[in-house]
């Protein structure tokens, strides 16, 4: 589902603020990369680069890491808004899908030797230029890196991305070494780190801390086998424990779930529709109610959380969220009860998505109740809040609270249908016998923006068993520049941070909280190593080729970290442009269990090798959905826990 027009926006007072931008005044520097300001003098370009960095933790004994992030110093916009960083320094650690950034000016990544995003496998080479290594384990991690595409040449990123996640709570080294320009000609080190590598400093030194510590980093890596010798610059991060990540979100979970009991939450009917059509006999609105943890009585859009004494979001008294749902009962329920399952909508939509004819087809063909509910944070309703966090970062913690509540309203919403519907006539026939299967397991089906958050819903969800992620992916803060739906609300971003390097540190920014709210914060206890009171979870993928708002290389970078097989032969020789495509996902063929990953073909281009969206053929983003051999793989999969091969041994391939 494509976000919704700038134009056709409910949203003035948001576009109003957008357009002030414009004339606000030249944007206000950042504090410069100096000593003594918060910032890390190892990269004069920008204040936080290199990003991210242990340079802005602090050590903090009560913390799963023994650090807490302490940024001091952040962007700012337009206005001269700085990015106050309170909600930041909550965390323990970075993102476990962080981008690393810094900026090399001059380098040529194709001279160097850098790994591109079509030859992972040349990341983990004894000589790569790029190194990034779990200094624990010594293990060094797979990655690609490009230049920031959408920038000036004096301004853009060396963006280096894992091509699976992060360890939690694992502490990483990063080098740059050997890097060359055009002509081939080596880089030299700017003139800080020159002096960081050089003989030991006087306390006096205003490098002296740096320096000292730098000495670690360097230890580390020379361990490793990767000494000074060509090195360009170096530093070091710690990756945030699934505690900092997803504490707070299993906090109002176990809370909310424990005030509710074995039963189910309350709920009010208040449409029913009969005959809707040749395939659902009954479409059914509502409301449930559920704890509501934001700050706002309501949890309005632009609420964040409200927090306790003792750190964790907290309920105010008497506070409660109403949840909307939607739920299409097909014709086939009325012999045979249905099976349950939650719906996730598209991006920025709302649960009226249920009744799309892709999700009725479902329903119809495979014997389903779906219900649904608003992704809120991200939903019709947010847009305007959306908006004004591209104005300033400082908001984002908005959109990644609500999303956070948006979980909890779905489990309450799938505590509803699998614990209370079957006794309202609205879920009964002319008997009184329910339409919902009793007994019968939950799953959840989501879309787009569903097939992302429907990642996080799963590993958090205690009643859920198996999910499946229609064209899905991880990690915003990779997604967003590659997808065809971003460039009319990057525009908000250009006019609030104009500047493309400070663009880029603004995602990685965002990413840390958005953490919290998408699949990216969870996809290590979204299969295997379930959260507490969590049970283990299957997960299949479906991937559109060349998909326009969904770049399909975050969805195999999800594919590595849940460890899910990928269908093959998957797609026909010479479709990919990758050296090794699908490098590191392991395979089936006719069926398997797990979790499994399937590539639909309909035909589109492959996409661009750099961070910009597809611009060039149809946009297959809606086909795997619409295909009825790609729903009968999906209620295989719901029913029965097994991915089956639907496709006659060969590649998926769809005629559009």
Not at 466 to 487: E, H, I, K, Q
Request: with cysteine; glycine share 10%.
């Amino acid at each position: 589902m494509r976000l919704l027009s700038l134009r056709a926006l409910p949203a003035a007072a948001a576009l109003t603020l957008a357009a002030a931008l414009v004339s606000a005044p030249p944007s206000v520097p950042a504090a410069s990369a100096g000593t003594g300001d918060g910032c890390d003098p190892i990269d004069p370009a920008s204040c936080l680069l290199p990003f991210p960095s242990d340079w802005y933790t602090k050590a903090d004994p009560h913390t799963a890491t023994g650090l807490r992030v302490n940024m001091t110093t952040t962007l700012k916009n337009a206005l001269g808004l700085p990015v106050s960083p309170d909600a930041w320094n909550r965390a323990d650690g970075f993102s476990p899908g962080s981008d690393l950034l810094a900026r090399v000016p001059g380098v040529d990544l194709a001279r160097s030797g850098a790994a591109p995003v079509t030859d992972i496998g040349a990341s983990l080479k004894p000589d790569a230029p790029i190194v990034l290594l779990d200094t624990a384990t010594g293990q060094r991690w797979p990655y690609w890196a490009e230049l920031d595409a959408n920038a000036p040449d004096d301004r853009k990123a060396l963006i280096v991305r894992p091509a699976k996640n992060l360890v939690e709570g694992h502490h990483y080294a990063v080098a740059l070494r050997n890097l060359r320009d055009a002509s081939g000609n080596l880089l030299k080190p700017n003139a800080a780190f020159s002096k960081i590598l050089g003989p030991a400093l006087p306390s006096t030194d205003p490098l002296y801390a740096r320096q000292k510590a730098e000495k670690k980093v360097l230890a580390d890596l020379a361990g490793r086998g990767v000494g000074t010798n060509g090195l360009y610059l170096a530093w070091d991060f710690t990756v945030a424990s699934a505690q900092s990540i997803a504490g707070p979100m299993l906090h109002i979970r176990d809370d909310a779930l424990r005030k509710l009991g074995n039963g189910a939450p309350s709920f009010l009917v208040t449409k029913v529709t009969n005959d809707v059509d040749a395939k659902i006999a009954r479409e059914v609105k509502g409301i449930v109610w559920a704890p509501s943890y934001l700050d706002q009585y309501g949890g309005l859009p632009g609420s964040s959380f409200h927090y306790g004494k003792d750190g964790l979001p907290s309920q105010l008294p008497g506070n409660s969220q109403a949840v909307p749902f939607q739920c299409e009962i097909p014709k086939a329920a009325f012999g045979k009860p249905a099976n349950p399952a939650l719906y996730g909508h598209g991006l920025l939509g709302s649960e009226g998505e249920v009744d799309a004819g892709n999700v009725k087809a479902m329903a119809a063909e495979h014997d389903f109740v779906f219900c649904a509910t608003k992704w809120i944070g991200m939903s019709d309703e947010d847009v305007p809040n959306v908006i004004s966090a591209l104005a300033d970062i400082t908001r984002f913690r908005t959109v990644a609270d609500r999303l956070q509540q948006s979980m909890l309203n779905f489990v309450f919403l799938g505590r509803a249908m699998t614990r209370g519907f079957a006794g309202d006539t609205a879920f009964q026939d002319a008997a009184g016998k329910p339409l919902i299967a009793p007994g019968a397991p939950l799953t959840y089906d989501g879309n787009s923006q569903g097939g992302i958050m429907g990642g996080a819903l799963t590993a958090v969800s205690p009643d859920l068993h198996r999910s499946v992620l229609g064209v899905p992916a991880m990690n915003y803060s990779t997604l967003l520049n590659r997808s065809a739906d971003f460039p009319q609300y990057a525009k908000v971003l250009d006019l609030s941070y104009p500047d493309k390097l400070d663009q880029q540190i603004g995602l990685a920014l965002i990413q840390m909280l958005w953490d919290r709210g998408e699949a990216d914060g969870y996809a290590w206890h979204m299969t295997d190593h379930p959260y507490p009171g969590t049970p283990k979870h299957q997960v299949l993928m479906h991937v559109a080729f060349g998909d326009h708002q969904v770049a399909t290389v975050a969805a195999e970078v999800e594919a590595r970290t849940i460890g899910a097989r990928i269908h093959a032969p998957t797609v026909t020789p010479g479709r990919s442009l990758d050296t090794v495509p699908y490098w590191g996902i392991p395979t089936f063929g006719a069926s398997t269990g797990g979790s499994a990953m399937v590539v639909w073909d309909s035909g589109s281009p492959a996409p661009p090798t750099t961070n910009t969206p597809p611009t060039e053929g149809r946009d297959p983003h809606s086909d795997p959905r619409s295909n009825a051999d790609a729903r009968k793989q999906k209620a295989t999969f719901l029913t029965t826990g097994r991915t089956v091969d639907v496709c006659a041994g060969g590649p998926c391939v769809i005629t559009p």
